[in-house]
Each structure stands twice: as structure tokens, then as C-alpha cells.
């Protein structure tokens, strides 16, 4: 159990750490904005890497985000192995880059352990329907969304109130539900994996001090945001051990407030809106 409780907090850290990158196999994107990079992964994380690459997730992600941000310096969403086991993100002054990284080791254990045995597979109808590769790729993209939001608040030095953690994610749930492409399911498997790390996590004083919320906290936080954004489509998310009643009334004004944050943020490095 003890390892199982490290990884929890490896995996759900997005903090700067200082690895080495091995050699890429493949690049997308031009030498400014986002681009994509798959590395070289481990055997058994082959199959997973290559559910990822072929479902288009990552090149749609890097799109809409170079259609919608002018962003001066490359950021990479890069797939491969790594030295930690969760999404994290490389930035100055650590790094003399900027890069969103997934490992494909996460993708193994996350899509392990989705399945019926989670309750809130049960819970959530959505899930069932993608079934465990689908979620796990959408999550895969949902959560270099979130690693973008890292990069962009440190390359345009963004001011953040609260947690940084807590802003990327929701510059990914935003991101999700705004941007053609994307929709709820992804929104959705972005909560359906946290389920398995909220299946082992403890309360405890580590549990408590990480940058991030306890995983529980943020699967309801990005519930109620999806909620929020059109409550007569997702009124079936309220109860049965998903959004609690008594903070569904707040949700559609967080996901306003959600909305205008961010447009303000970025308002100076947007693109004009098309598509949509």
C-alpha cells in the first residue's frame, strides 16, 4: 500500500523536477505555440501510447490551443517515458523550455484500474459508455490541457489567486467544454480517472499539504463546473455520489466566473474567435 500512496502524490504533483528526456521519435507544430513530441516508451506501455497517438487527442489539443493563443515560445505535449510517473510540467527557471509532459506509464495504471469496481463508474453513465481506453485517453489530453494552463501562467505571468493547481485545472475544464473538438466526455474522463487515486488516497499530513486538492475535492470541483455550464443537460450529475445537492445552485456562477477569469487572463494573447 505504501507505494501505492507515493504514487498518489508523484502522479497528482504537476510540480517542476528535473529528469532527462529521451530522444524524440516524432514531432508536430511549428517552432513557436504548442507542438506535440511522442518519445520512445516502455514495452509495456506501448499499447497505451499508441491507443493515445491514434485517437488524434493530442495533435486536436495543440491545434485548438495554437488556434486560440499567440504563444512566442514552443510548448511542448510530450508522450514517453519519465522519471515521475504523473503529469507534471517543465518551465523556466528549471527548465530553459516549456513542456507538458504525460507519461505513458500513467496511461498503463489509470487504465488498469477504470472499470466497474469504481463506484463512480457505476455513478456515471458517461464512462461506461466510452469504456476504459476511451476515458483514458480523453483524461490523457485532459490533463496536458492542464499542463498548458502551467506553462501559460508562467510564461505570460499570469496572476493567480489560490492555487495554481487548482487554475490549471480549470483552464483544462474550460478548455474542454469551449473548444471544437472536445466536449463533456472529456470533461468527464478527466474526472473518471481521479476516481482509482481517490480509491487509495489517505488523510493525512502529506495529503493535506500537497499543491493540490485531495483528489475527491477536485473530482466534485470539476463536476459542478460541467454542471455549471448548462445545468438542464447535466442535471443528472446532481446526487448518486457525484455533485452534491447543496452545491449544485452555486456551480453555474463558478463556471461564469470561470469563464470571464479566464478570457480576461488571456484576453491580451488571443486570437480572434473562429469556428464557433
Known amino acids: 500500500m505504501r507505494w501505492t500512496q507515493a504514487l498518489l502524490r508523484i502522479v497528482l504533483i ?4 528535473a529528469v532527462a528526456a529521451p530522444a524524440a521519435t516524432a514531432t508536430t507544430g511549428p517552432d513557436s505555440g504548442f507542438t506535440v513530441r511522442w518519445d520512445a516508451v516502455a514495452k509495456k506501455d506501448r499499447a497505451a501510447a499508441a491507443s493515445l497517438r491514434a485517437s488524434g487527442l493530442v495533435d486536436r489539443l495543440a491545434e485548438r490551443l495554437n488556434a ?7 510548448v ?6 519519465s522519471a515521475i510517473t504523473g503529469p507534471f510540467v517543465e518551465r523556466p527557471p528549471v527548465y530553459g523550455r516549456y513542456a507538458g509532459v504525460m507519461p505513458a506509464a500513467w496511461l498503463t495504471w489509470v487504465h488498469a484500474r477504470l472499470g466497474p469496481k469504481l463506484a463512480l463508474w457505476k455513478a456515471l453513465p458517461a464512462l461506461r459508455r466510452l ?11 485532459a490533463f496536458l490541457a492542464h499542463e498548458a494552463g502551467h506553462a501559460l501562467i508562467t510564461m505570460f505571468d499570469l496572476p493567480i489567486a489560490g492555487r495554481e493547481e487548482d487554475a490549471a485545472d480549470g483552464f483544462a475544464i474550460r478548455l474542454l467544454l469551449s473548444e471544437p473538438g472536445f466536449d463533456a466526455d472529456a470533461a468527464l474522463a478527466m474526472v473518471g480517472s481521479l476516481a482509482p487515486f481517490a480509491a487509495i ?8 499539504s500537497d499543491s493540490h486538492e485531495l483528489p475527491q475535492q477536485r473530482m466534485v470541483q470539476m463536476l459542478c463546473w460541467v454542471y455549471g455550464s448548462d445545468p438542464a443537460r ?3 450529475l446532481i446526487g448518486n455520489r457525484l455533485l452534491p445537492g447543496s452545491r449544485s445552485p452555486l456551480c453555474a456562477g463558478e463556471w461564469r466566473q470561470l469563464q470571464h477569469a ?7 494573447h488571443a486570437r480572434p474567435l473562429v469556428g464557433r
Open 14 to 17: 504537476g510540480a517542476v523536477v
Open 131 to 141: 469504456g476504459a481506453r476511451r476515458v483514458t485517453d480523453l483524461a490523457a489530453a
Open 76 to 81: 511542448a505535449l510530450r508522450i514517453g517515458r
Open 68 to 74: 486560440r493563443l499567440v504563444v512566442p515560445q514552443p
Open 234 to 236: 447535466f442535471a443528472g
Open 201 to 208: 488516497a489517505r488523510l493525512d499530513v502529506l495529503a493535506f
Open 262 to 268: 479566464w478570457d480576461v487572463l488571456l484576453a491580451s
